[in-house]
């Protein structure tokens, strides 16, 4: 009888531990996804914003209009692509073009005098500021998530777990290489 106890406390304690594997493979599941809708809603702020500003800028950069075009262009194959994890490489590459865009658009501004001291164009840049300040630490927040659900998928004994319920690793948001290097001066003044 004694026998049968310990093995049900065993059986029991096994479960227990089991079961806290299991919860915390879901949460750090559902902590991505979270951050994952965290960076779309900032995205979708900033998809918002971007017309805005395309209209005042347009008025004053008519020989810019190949750059507001592949940005208008990239917004609307953003906006188009459903938001899921399963599209979040072609999210993040899209992403990495806009922000390139838009730096480009920032330097297009400062050519302008006119427009650099535009009201309406000043709270729209500070504004645009605020939102890309709000998309780096979603980012942040999403890659901190993707890093606690990856350890758990890899590492021994909750990676058992994961591979149960067949749930993969996710991907980093990283920057482009090109976005890694130092930045030039220089290349501005040209």
Known sequence: MGSII???????????????????????????????????????????LIPNVLTVASKF??????????????????????????????KFELENQINQCLKNLRIAVENYPQLKSDQTMINAMNTFQDVEEHIAAARRFYNSAALELNNLVEIFPSSVVANAMNIQKVEFFQSEEKERRPISAEDFLK
């Open 6 to 48: 310990i093995v049900l406390i065993c059986i029991i304690i096994l479960g227990g531990i089991i079961y806290n594997i299991y919860t915390s493979v879901i949460k750090a599941k559902n902590k991505v996804q979270e951050a994952f809708a965290s960076i779309d809603v900032q995205l979708k702020k900033r998809y918002d």
């Open 61 to 90: 950069m008519e020989h810019e209009r190949t750059l507001l075009e592949n940005l208008t262009n990239l917004r609307t194959q953003a906006v188009k692509l459903p938001s899921n994890l399963e599209n979040s490489a072609r």
